[in-house]
């Protein structure tokens, strides 16, 4: 839904300049450096400034910082195939940020080449996908407790039985001791399926301690059953906003695990930090690696949801790997006036 769109020729446009002036999206045109020749009244009156100032700027102008470095590849790729299309955002004159999808065209005029940048703002869509899950993620909390409390109580209490009945003075031959162990056993089994299911639907340590802990529990944990090392680093001097934890945590979570099956790594890595503006999340392994040709970003996987978990939150999620290991890279941005109450 998020990822890259293809469309259907490359044609180069000329660009006109009463055609697009009226136009309801904000409209740019810059050369291939980046600086802004044209902009027309709508991208004046959704980013604050006049024609006149956005002749001064270059695109990295109205990017925020931290998305400074995404600007390049675009124009190269816009060069390279002559259209890219993604989602990204974009700071106001008054800082304010916005969610836009941008589509990039090559066009000619004057002989020369140049860049016309469509922003179709976004952000209520996204507020409303976020909402979305949110609201996703409230049921998976729901379910989890009716596991708990009307299967895994019970299963209990007549686990409680069955080991009562075994340690029961009268005698039982050895057939029916024998077999009521077994039962005992696969009860027990099927106790602790549920209650893995259960941290699986909602961790409920996330609602009562924190994302910290949850990670530290999960890295603990797994560390025992891989016998590899994890260390998880964090600076965060501020809380994680609540609408962000889940996902990182779901992020972490598909990382850690697809570690476990597949990276035959001595040493996972997991680093969370966080700016006033940003959080940014590493999962690096030194395990074996794959090629990263071979995945099908169309197919729905723990990768993709990864990453489709990130573009969400208007974040972007990068993945490096070869022979040294896997590197996972979330950056994903903190827009307080996105969802000012919303929590998962
Ligand atoms: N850390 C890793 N080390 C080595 N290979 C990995 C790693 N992470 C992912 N892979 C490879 O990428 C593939 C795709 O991962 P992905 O998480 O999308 O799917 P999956 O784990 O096979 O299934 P699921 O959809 O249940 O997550 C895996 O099958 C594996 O080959
Ligand atoms: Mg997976």
């Known amino acids: 839904m998020l990822g890259e769109k293809q469309l259907p020729t490359q044609e180069v446009l000329p660009a006109n300049d009463l055609m697009i002036s009226g136009i309801r999206d904000s409209v740019f045109i810059a050369d291939l450096n980046g600086k802004i020749v044209f902009a027309n009244d709508q991208a004046c009156k959704v980013h604050g400034y006049t024609k006149g100032e956005f002749k001064g700027l270059n695109v990295i102008d109205i990017v925020p910082p931290e998305r400074v470095k995404e600007v390049m590849p ?10 890219s299309i993604h989602n990204s955002i974009h700071r106001c004159k008054n800082g304010e940020i916005k969610i836009s999808e941008i589509s990039l065209r090559l066009i000619e005029m004057d002989n020369h080449e140049y860049i016309l940048a469509l922003f179709k703002d976004i952000s209520e869509f996204q507020t409303k996908i976020q909402t979305y899950v949110a609201a996703q993620e409230k049921e998976r909390e729901w379910v989890s407790i009716e596991i708990h409390d009307r299967i895994v109580q019970n299963l209990s209490g007549i686990l409680h039985q069955i080991n009562a009945l075994t340690l029961c003075k009268k005698p039982f031959n050895k057939d029916k001791r024998d077999k009521l162990d077994e039962l005992s056993g696969q009860l027990n089994n099927t106790i602790i399926e549920a209650r893995s299911i259960m941290r699986e639907l909602y961790p409920s340590t ?3 301690y924190g994302l910290i802990r949850l990670i530290q529990e999960e890295s603990i944990h797994l560390q025992d059953e891989m016998h590899c090392e994890i260390k998880f680093n964090h600076s965060l001097t501020k809380a994680v906003p609540p609408y962000l934890e889940t996902t990182i945590y779901r992020i972490v979570h598909e990382a850690l695990l697809n570690a476990k099956k597949y990276s035959q790594a001595s040493q996972i890595v997991v680093d969370l930090n966080r700016t006033d503006k940003n959080i940014s999340l590493d999962i690096c392994d030194n395990g074996i690696g794959f090629c990263l040709k071979n995945v099908d970003w169309i197919r729905p996987s723990g990768l993709q949801s990864m990453r489709q978990r990130a573009e969400i939150v208007s974040g972007t999620f990068c993945i490096r790997s070869g022979v040294k290991g896997t ?5 994903l941005p903190i827009i307080n006036h996105i969802m000012p109450t919303l929590s998962l």
């Open 327 to 331: 590197c996972i890279h979330v950056l």
């Open 74 to 83: 675009h124009i190269n790729k816009v060069k390279a195939q002559g259209y």
């Open 206 to 208: 996330l609602a009562r």
